[in-house]
């Protein structure tokens, strides 16, 4: 054999038992062994906050729209032609303001011939009295001048409401929202001079459910809200005891102070009443999970380092935060990595620094 060759053949034996016995004695034991070590000492860290219970007042929130307390229309009781309209329709107005004149005609004349016939009827009775005493009148005939006398007393008084009627006042202080009759027009018995609105205090009505009505009290207190921006608060003065047969709901009428006269007729509002307070937990929707039963909860690790899952429910969400039952009263709940993790899984848990935004 060519001596070349068989130098290259023993070269290449050597080899091959050198990178051999690297491999069976200086790699495959260490490697399997380190990459054990990593896995069985290898925890997840997850960050948590601590987090309790509060108070939560839970309301009922009522659908409504805004109503005024009183509205009327101002009607004619004697007829006659209107001589003078002092009030336009949109002015405010105070209890007695006049509203509507009409022409008194006759009625002045009538008053004055009424009085006078009274005087007339309450001298004749005195003297009747006088001559009683004396012996000269009997008690019949005393008797008949006090009829006399009071008949002409009531007639004097109804020719003074008559009088009176010619003039149309305002009932109460509030706001004249319509006055169809004119100076010149002719009111019969009954027509309409002008239609008032009582601004202060206002009403909000609503309806609620045969679920809900038991949980409004009569006096308690409710927040109006009209828009975003306007609030006020209110009282629950009436709570109907017949639901509507159509819909099956009750009427609630929310009492209101509206001194500004901001609160106008037929606008749509919202009424909440507190119906409860309970003890929940505000959190972040963004901590939220779903468990492999679909049910939302959050994940929270325990006093042994494990993950926990608790579900919850929601009773109030109010901007970027939920109001939530369920959880215990305090816990350390996972606000990041809890993606990552499984119920009974030991992890490693990093205390949120305060002030801190998830």
């Given amino acids: 054999m060519n001596k070349s060759i068989l130098i290259a053949i023993i070269v290449t034996f050597v080899l091959a038992a050198w990178v051999l016995s690297g491999i069976l004695f200086n790699g495959s034991t260490p490697v399997s062994d380190a990459s054990t070590i990593t896995q069985k000492d290898a925890v997840f860290s997850v960050l948590v906050r601590e987090v309790t219970t509060s108070d939560y007042t839970r309301s009922l929130s009522i659908r409504g729209r805004t109503e005024a307390i009183r509205t009327v229309v101002l009607k004619s009781e004697v007829e006659g032609q209107v001589i003078e309209t002092p009030v336009e329709k949109g002015e405010r107005v105070e209890k007695g303001t006049l509203i509507c004149q009409i022409a008194p005609n006759e009625r002045i004349a009538n008053l004055e011939e009424a009085r006078a016939l009274m005087e007339q009827r309450r001298l004749e009775y005195d003297a009747?009295?006088?001559?009683?005493?004396?012996?000269?009148?009997?008690?019949?005939?005393?008797?008949?001048?006090?009829?006399?006398?009071?008949?002409?007393?009531?007639?004097?008084?109804?020719?003074?409401?008559?009088?009176?009627?010619?003039?149309i006042r305002a009932p109460f202080d509030g706001l004249v929202d319509d006055r169809p009759a004119d100076v010149g027009d002719f009111l019969q018995i009954g027509g309409s001079c002008a239609q008032i609105m009582q601004e202060n205090p206002f009403l909000v009505v609503g309806e609620v459910s045969e679920r809900d009505v038991n949980s409004l009290i009569l006096g308690s207190?409710?927040?109006?809200?009209?828009?975003?921006?306007?609030?006020?608060?209110?009282?629950?003065?009436?709570?109907?005891?017949?639901?509507?047969?159509?819909?099956?709901?009750?009427?609630?009428?929310?009492?209101?102070?509206?001194?500004?006269?901001?609160?106008?007729?037929?606008?749509t509002a919202e009424i909440h009443v507190p119906v409860e307070t309970i003890r929940a937990h505000n959190l972040s929707p963004s901590i939220l999970?779903?468990?492999?039963?679909?049910?939302?909860?959050?994940?929270?690790?325990?006093?042994?380092?494990?993950?926990?899952?608790?579900?919850?429910?929601?009773?109030?969400?109010?901007?970027?935060?939920?109001?939530?039952?369920?959880?215990?009263?305090?816990?350390?709940?996972?606000?990041?990595?809890?993606?990552?993790?499984?119920?009974?899984?030991?992890?490693?848990?990093?205390?949120?620094?305060?002030?801190?935004?998830?």
Avoid: C
Wanted: net charge negative; no cysteine; glycine share 6%.
């Fill in 289 to 358: 999970v779903l468990d492999t039963d679909g049910r939302l909860g959050v994940r929270a690790v325990n006093d042994k380092n494990h993950v926990e899952f608790h579900p919850v429910t929601i009773v109030s969400e109010s901007g970027n935060s939920l109001w939530v039952t369920g959880p215990p009263d305090t816990m350390h709940v996972i606000v990041s990595g809890q993606e990552f993790v499984t119920s009974g899984q030991e992890v490693h848990p990093v205390i949120e620094q305060e002030g801190a935004d998830t």
């Fill in 221 to 267: 207190d409710a927040t109006i809200f009209i828009a975003p921006e306007f609030r006020r608060k209110g009282r629950i003065r009436y709570i109907s005891s017949t639901a509507a047969e159509r819909t099956r709901t009750f009427r609630v009428e929310v009492v209101v102070p509206n001194p500004d006269h901001i609160l106008r007729d037929g606008r």
């Fill in 128 to 167: 009747a009295r006088e001559l009683s005493e004396k012996g000269h009148r009997s008690a019949t005939q005393v008797a008949q001048s006090k009829a006399q006398f009071e008949a002409a007393q009531a007639r004097m008084k109804m020719m003074q409401v008559a009088l009176d009627n010619t003039s």
